[in-house]
């Protein structure tokens, strides 16, 4: 089984830009959540999507936004870069039921300059 | 609010010798606890995880952790470390209230390890 899947794995992008990174959950996992890892602030929740669904959101501003398609892969969007912005971005996917874990992809490296 | 704490940023072991990372956290439920692994520029490992029941888990590369209820506390060991357990190790609360997943994260812990 094909384990989580982001693309790309790094970009570079200006300020003021926007970008959108992509999620492919494990098959049949329905949840799909994002983290943002910096090494000040470490790993953070970003927002979680379940069938389509934005379940919870993170202490993020507005610019951060995300969407979930019927086939469960995820995007995520990032208006108006910061240089703040620069992190890890990681996506973790989760049956969406029950006592279950989740399993994370290798994440997006963005880099804003 | 749930939070987890990670005493120890860094520490050094030498190979075959033993470990334990500490890991505390603060929450008000039963809580389902990780821990995960991160090699640099990867992403996060799953090493092993608790939901009910014996408080004693095994994982992965042979790791185990132990729930403590009363010392609010989830410390993973390894009797005998390895040269390729050197990495980052992230302890993590899960917060599944309202029908929602997030999880909490520690700071992590680094380790080095001397051959």
């Known amino acids: 089984k094909a384990g989580v899947t982001q693309t790309p794995r790094y970009l570079i992008k200006t300020r003021g830009q926007q970008v959108t990174l992509s999620c492919s959950p494990i098959s049949g996992h329905r949840s799909v959540s994002w983290y943002q890892q910096t090494p000040g602030q470490g790993l953070q929740f970003l927002f979680e999507?379940?069938?389509?669904?934005?379940?919870n959101k993170g202490n993020f501003p507005g610019r951060f936004s995300g969407r979930q398609f019927s086939n469960s892969r995820s995007e995520m969007n990032v208006s108006t870069l910061e240089l703040g912005d620069s992190a890890l971005y990681l996506c973790?996917?989760?049956?969406?039921?029950?006592?279950?874990?989740?399993?994370f992809g290798q994440g997006t490296r963005l880099t804003v300059v | 609010a749930q939070s987890v704490t990670q005493p120890d940023i860094h520490i050094t072991v030498s190979e075959g010798a033993s470990l334990e990372l500490r890991c505390n956290y603060s929450?008000?439920?039963?809580?389902?606890l990780f821990w995960y692994v991160q090699s640099p520029g990867q992403g996060l490992q799953l090493l092993l995880k608790?939901?009910?029941?014996?408080?004693l888990v095994q994982g992965i590369k042979g790791f185990e952790a132990e729930f403590k209820r009363s010392q609010s506390s989830f410390n993973l060991r390894k009797p005998s470390v390895h040269w390729s357990d050197a990495a980052e190790y992230f302890c993590?609360?899960?917060?599944?209230?309202?029908?929602?997943?997030?999880?909490?994260f520690g700071k992590g812990t680094k380790l080095s390890v001397i051959p």
């Open positions: 973790a996917s989760r049956q969406g039921s029950g006592n279950t874990e989740a399993f």
């Open positions: 999507y379940f069938s389509e669904t934005q379940r």
């Open positions: 929450y008000g439920a039963t809580p389902y």
């Open positions: 993590a609360v899960c917060d599944s209230g309202a029908g929602s997943y997030q999880l909490t």
């Open positions: 608790y939901f009910s029941g014996d408080t």
